[in-house]
């Protein structure tokens, strides 16, 4: 087979990518993009330092050590759109009195004195255009908080962020799978 030019040319082209490759060019300008996108990400991490609550509440401690339902706080998980956040009067239930040494437990017992609200920030968030309720999936449905919120049920820490991300594809495969409708009019306003 005789080469033609295109061969040649692809020859000269492969020859020149490898001498600028070995010039160490390629290594510089992969340094330059590895810092840009550290840099990218830590601009980013500082713009959205997540969310941050009151009081960095154990839900391990709650839920699995004293075995209280995610109603005993939340207590419109089942009947309600949303869940509720607690309120100082739900932790004061528990709380009126010291309950252990932990400097967390402390700052709930100083507001309950001071009967000062718990502002709770909502952690989980979808957008407005979206329509739930947590008493059709929790109250209905029977779905299990960990289906959308993860293990928040096991933090010893409130997360910065949610741990689970909620997206329409999470949705539908879920609805999929228990045989309820993927009609968009169903979830969208």
Same mark, same amino acid.
């Given at each position: 087979?005789? %080469?033609?030019?295109?061969d040649?040319?692809?020859? !000269? ?8 490759? @070995?010039?160490g060019?390629?290594r510089?300008?992969?340094? @330059? ?6 840099g ?19 839900? !391990?401690?709650h ?7 995610c ?21 004061a239930?528990?709380?009126s009195?010291?309950?252990g040494t ?8 100083? $507001?309950?004195a ?5 502002v709770?920030?909502?952690?989980f ?6 329509? $739930? ?13 960990r ?11 409130? %997360? ?16 999929s799978? !228990? ?10 306003r």
């Amino acid at each position: 087979m005789i %080469p033609s030019q295109s061969d040649d040319h692809v020859k !000269r082209m492969l020859g020149q990518l490898k001498k600028w490759m @070995a010039s160490g060019a390629a290594r510089a300008l992969g340094l @330059a993009a590895l810092v840009v996108l550290l840099g990218t990400t830590l601009i980013l991490a500082r713009a959205w330092p997540g969310t941050v609550q009151p009081v960095a509440f154990n839900h !391990r401690l709650h839920t699995q050590e004293l075995e209280l339902d995610c109603e005993t706080c939340h207590e419109f998980a089942s009947t309600g759109a949303h869940s509720g956040l607690p309120s100082v009067e739900t932790c004061a239930t528990c709380h009126s009195e010291p309950q252990g040494t932990s400097p967390q437990e402390s700052v709930v017992v100083r $507001y309950v004195a001071a009967n000062q609200p718990l502002v709770f920030e909502k952690l989980f968030r979808l957008p407005t255009h979206v329509f $739930y309720t947590h008493r059709r999936h929790v109250g209905i449905a029977e779905l299990t908080c960990r289906t959308c919120h993860g293990d928040i049920a096991l933090t010893t820490r409130p %997360p910065r962020r949610p741990l689970v991300k909620i997206t329409m594809e999470m949705c539908i495969k879920c609805h999929s799978s !228990r045989e309820q409708t993927t009609d968009c009019v169903a979830c969208h306003r």
